[in-house]
């Protein structure tokens, strides 16, 4: 293939935008930011499990709480009326008064019991309230994170989509002016040759390879006509000839 040498220089042009495609792609899929707000959205996630579970918990011991508290009044009121009872000396039968007295005792003992249920039970539910608390605002810190971590991928990544919209444009000036023919040969080594298609001959070293032109290889590129399109021995990516080549 034959192309001018302007033209093949233009590749140049083209391979560089391209490569700063593919570079602009890689930061945009490897924002630092990407990591950090999935370690946060799982850090929130679990956090809020645990929240539901401390607030389920609250829930449980309120009740619970309401029920001994509930028992414990239950127990005080029988005890009342049968001190009342007592009290209005209605009962003077030994039998009665004794079974009376006994049962007197027996509600306070289970008022006292019930009693430190109810403190124990108030004990768990302050518990749960406190660690609800402390939860809701390790929350309320990590969603504040994200939303940061958000906001400063979302500014990045609308950084990045203008400079891509705007080489997008510049690349498609700039292959506009390569012949056709030029441009599908480069398209084809590109998509072979992760990205590379076209490379710069600098100082006798193929610049897409990265290795030196040995004597019978340079000996043929210098022999070669500046229109005909070479290759490179090594890669096989289309190897463009400048003033800094080394000829």
Same mark, same amino acid.
């Not at 495609?21 to 946060?40: D, M, S, Y």
């Not at 011991?61 to 239950?74: G, L, N, S």
């Not at 006509?225 to 080549?245: D, F, G, Q």
């Given at each position: 293939?034959n192309?001018a #040498?302007a033209?093949q220089?233009?590749?140049?042009?083209?391979?560089a935008?391209?490569t700063?495609?593919?570079?602009l792609a890689?930061k945009r899929?490897?924002? #630092?930011e990407?990591e950090?707000i999935?370690?946060?959205?799982?850090d929130?996630?679990?956090?809020?499990d645990?929240?539901?579970? !401390?607030?389920?918990e609250?829930s449980?011991? !309120?009740?619970?709480q309401?029920k001994?508290e509930?028992?414990v009044?239950?127990?005080r009121?029988?005890? &009342?009326?049968?001190q009342?009872?007592l009290?209005?000396?209605?009962?003077?039968? #030994?039998?009665?008064?004794?079974?009376?007295q &006994? +049962?007197?005792a &027996?509600?306070?003992?289970?008022?006292?019991?019930?009693?430190d249920?109810?403190? +124990?039970?108030?004990?768990?539910?302050?518990s749960?309230q406190?660690r609800?608390g402390?939860?809701?605002r390790?929350?309320?810190s990590?969603?504040?994170?994200t939303?940061?971590a958000?906001?400063r991928r979302?500014?990045?990544?609308?950084?990045?989509?203008t400079?891509v919209a705007?080489v997008?444009? +510049?690349?498609?000036?700039?292959?506009? &002016?390569?012949p056709a023919?030029?441009l599908k040969l480069?398209?084809k080594i590109r998509e072979?040759?992760g990205?590379v298609g076209?490379?710069r001959?600098?100082?006798?070293?193929?610049e897409?390879c990265?290795?030196e032109?040995n004597?019978?290889?340079?000996?043929?590129?210098?022999a070669?006509a500046a229109?005909?399109?070479?290759?490179?021995?090594n890669?096989?990516?289309i190897l463009?000839?400048t003033p800094?080549s080394g000829?």
């Amino acid at each position: 293939m034959n192309a001018a #040498p302007a033209d093949q220089i233009r590749l140049l042009d083209v391979q560089a935008l391209d490569t700063r495609l593919t570079q602009l792609a890689h930061k945009r899929k490897n924002l #630092p930011e990407h990591e950090e707000i999935q370690t946060l959205e799982g850090d929130l996630t679990q956090l809020r499990d645990l929240l539901v579970a !401390a607030q389920t918990e609250e829930s449980d011991t !309120a009740r619970e709480q309401t029920k001994a508290e509930q028992d414990v009044d239950q127990v005080r009121q029988r005890a &009342s009326r049968d001190q009342k009872r007592l009290d209005s000396g209605l009962v003077t039968n #030994p039998k009665d008064l004794e079974s009376l007295q &006994s +049962e007197i005792a &027996s509600l306070a003992k289970r008022q006292g019991d019930l009693e430190d249920v109810v403190l +124990e039970v108030m004990e768990r539910r302050e518990s749960a309230q406190e660690r609800a608390g402390e939860l809701a605002r390790r929350v309320e810190s990590v969603q504040a994170k994200t939303e940061d971590a958000t906001g400063r991928r979302d500014a990045a990544l609308e950084t990045i989509d203008t400079e891509v919209a705007t080489v997008k444009k +510049e690349r498609e000036i700039v292959a506009g &002016s390569v012949p056709a023919e030029l441009l599908k040969l480069y398209e084809k080594i590109r998509e072979q040759q992760g990205g590379v298609g076209a490379a710069r001959l600098y100082q006798r070293r193929c610049e897409g390879c990265q290795l030196e032109l040995n004597i019978t290889e340079m000996n043929e590129v210098r022999a070669a006509a500046a229109e005909e399109v070479v290759r490179c021995e090594n890669c096989r990516r289309i190897l463009v000839r400048t003033p800094e080549s080394g000829l």
